[in-house]
């Protein structure tokens, strides 16, 4: 059982930056794919990035390349977002997600708000 506890929502202005944080328990953290999600009101869940077992290969949404970075500390089984030049359509509840195969886990989510 792994669980995901996510940090570092908030409001922020237009143009600011954030540093997300997922913090795992459980063990061998190192072999989850891990990825963040977000969810706008009334829109569906979409992934924004995701991350290799070792770090070494990153996948990110269009709305957020060159934006947003997904990093990861196995040392520390975090995995972390930065998100630059926020814009208000990235207003949203992030969601961390751990994989491995059929397991799947998710956090609480944390609340994102960029005002204009």
């Known amino acids: 059982q792994v669980q995901l506890v996510e940090s570092g929502g908030k409001l922020v202005q237009a143009g600011g930056s954030l540093r997300l944080s997922c913090a795992t328990s459980g063990r061998m953290f190192s072999i989850y794919v891990l990825a963040w999600y977000r969810q706008a009101p009334g829109k569906q869940r979409e992934l924004v990035a995701s991350?290799?077992?070792?770090?070494?290969?990153?996948n990110y949404a269009d709305s957020v390349k060159g934006r947003f970075t997904i990093s990861r500390d196995n040392a520390k089984s975090t995995v972390y977002l930065q998100m630059n030049s926020l814009k208000p359509e990235d207003t949203a509840v992030y969601y961390c997600?751990?994989?491995?195969?059929?397991?799947?886990?998710w956090g609480q989510g944390t609340q994102v708000t960029v005002s204009s």
């Open positions: 991350i290799s077992r070792s770090g070494g290969s990153t």
């Open positions: 997600n751990a994989l491995l195969g059929s397991q799947d886990y």
